[in-house]
């Protein structure tokens, strides 16, 4: 028997001063998006911005419905409309960000986390990822580190 462990690590940004100027500009531009989410159900309106390597920014709104499990969340939402309108193109950043003024970053469900874990697995180059509260930033430079054992198309080989 043999003892593992498994540790991730992250940078916190004090404020939107301290990040790089591309990411605090996506950030001010996310905090206008968000308020056109669609989040009548729950009231918990979330904003993704997504950065290809084409340069290109793609956006995404959580969107609800009354039959509840038919909504999807923001980050799903601009990954989606972004690998459909570039299907070639490799995700370089995502960015996260609610209407709500917590203390912590709101961080991606375990739907979207198998989402982003399967992009980053398909391309050479990790999916860095920046979680926004009102007070600071979280910056994982790979999406892959916050799903440990993630479930891979590999377990699907025969
Ligand atoms: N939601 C997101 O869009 N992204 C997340 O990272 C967490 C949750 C949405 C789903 C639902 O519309 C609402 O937030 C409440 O869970």
């Given at each position: 028997m043999k003892q593992h462990s498994h540790n991730i690590s992250y940078t916190v940004y004090q404020s939107l001063e301290e990040?790089?100027?591309?990411?605090?500009?996506q950030f001010l531009i996310l905090e206008k998006k968000v308020k056109d989410a669609y989040a009548p159900y729950?009231?918990?309106k979330v904003a993704a911005a997504v950065?290809?390597?084409n340069k290109?920014?793609?956006?995404?709104?959580?969107?609800?419905n009354a039959a509840y499990p038919s909504g999807l969340c923001a980050e799903r939402v601009a990954l989606f409309y972004a690998k459909s309108e570039y299907p070639d193109a490799d995700v370089d950043t995502l960015l996260i960000i609610t209407d709500k003024p917590f203390e912590m970053p709101c961080s991606p469900c375990g739907a979207c986390r198998q989402v982003i874990s399967e992009y980053e697995f398909?391309?050479?180059?990790e999916i860095n990822l920046y979680l926004y509260s009102?007070?600071?930033?979280w910056f994982f430079p790979s999406a892959t580190s916050l799903l440990p054992f993630v479930?891979?198309?590999?377990?699907?080989k025969k």
């Open positions: 990040l790089p100027q591309e990411i605090r500009e729950s009231e918990f950065k290809l390597d290109q920014w793609v956006y995404g709104t959580n969107q609800e398909n391309q050479t180059k009102h007070h600071q930033v479930f891979s198309s590999e377990s699907l």
